[in-house]
């Protein structure tokens, strides 16, 4: 497999962050997020999705969670001062993140929006997030997380 750079990988080298890059061949069927962890020989517990939500004033959110887990919304508007929040569109993704369904990463989206991450992150010494293609992630703790984005931390499932 070709050894690709994306924009969460340039940044997080930029930020001299430390983390490590993990891979599988995506086949181009559609994986849930506890497949691509069984792909990547890790527990769901340790793998997080990229979510992009649009909040009721209109604003763009991003919360990260375990792939076995569903985003709570009402949760997730409290974390973030919105009324409601819904899920972004998959045909909108791409034009506003400049990532892919299945590919999007928190890190060097083509705008920074405010991220939160599920609490669960806490306990564990890295997680695995998505590395910006459908096939790539990265390994990564929070504290090498932080080098190269603002976040923060909420209970969101």
Known sequence: ??????????????KKAVFRVHRYE????PRTGVEVAELLGQEPAAVYKTLVTCGKSGANYVFVIPVAAELNLKKAAEAVGEKSIAMLKSKDL???TGYIHGGCSPVGMKKLFPTLIDRSAEARPAILLSGGRI???I??????????LPFQLAGLV
């Open 135 to 137: 096939g790539m992630h």
């Open 26 to 29: 995506p086949d181009g069927i």
């Open 1 to 14: 497999m070709k050894k690709v750079k994306t924009n969460a990988i340039r940044i997080l080298e930029q």
């Open 94 to 96: 791409l034009g506003l």
């Open 139 to 148: 390994e990564i703790s929070l504290a090498e997380l932080r080098k190269a």
